[in-house]
């Protein structure tokens, strides 16, 4: 497991072209601990972050994690760039194969 909030590793992107993303995978132990969830402002939620990946580009780093609450399982998207600001975004697993769709139709125009 990480924590998006940790400071970026070494500053540069692995395997030595700064221009290209580098995709980490961090599985969760067998048995996962319970972290407190981000989200909701409930302040007593907990989540089991199931997998984990890491996305290393040039001036920012993406995480994408997959937990398991109460409620059921669910993404949490969270992107930190250079100088530290983050942005996160959760949704449900059953609205994955919508994002899916999203990014391959907007592949197209890239």
Known sequence: MFDP??????????????????????????????????????GGKFADELHSIAIHARQRTFYIDLKESTNGKFFKVSEKSRNGQKTTIMFDSEDL??????????????
Do not use: C
Not at 25 to 30: F, I, L, M, T, V
Not at 97 to 110: D, G, H, S, T
């Open 5 to 42: 909030m940790s400071d970026l590793a070494s500053g540069g992107s692995i395997g030595g072209d700064d221009d290209a993303p580098v995709i980490t995978e961090d599985s969760a132990p067998a048995a996962p601990t319970p972290r407190q969830s981000s989200g909701g402002g409930s």
């Open 97 to 110: 194969e919508p994002f899916i769709k999203a990014l391959e139709e907007m592949r197209q125009y890239v």
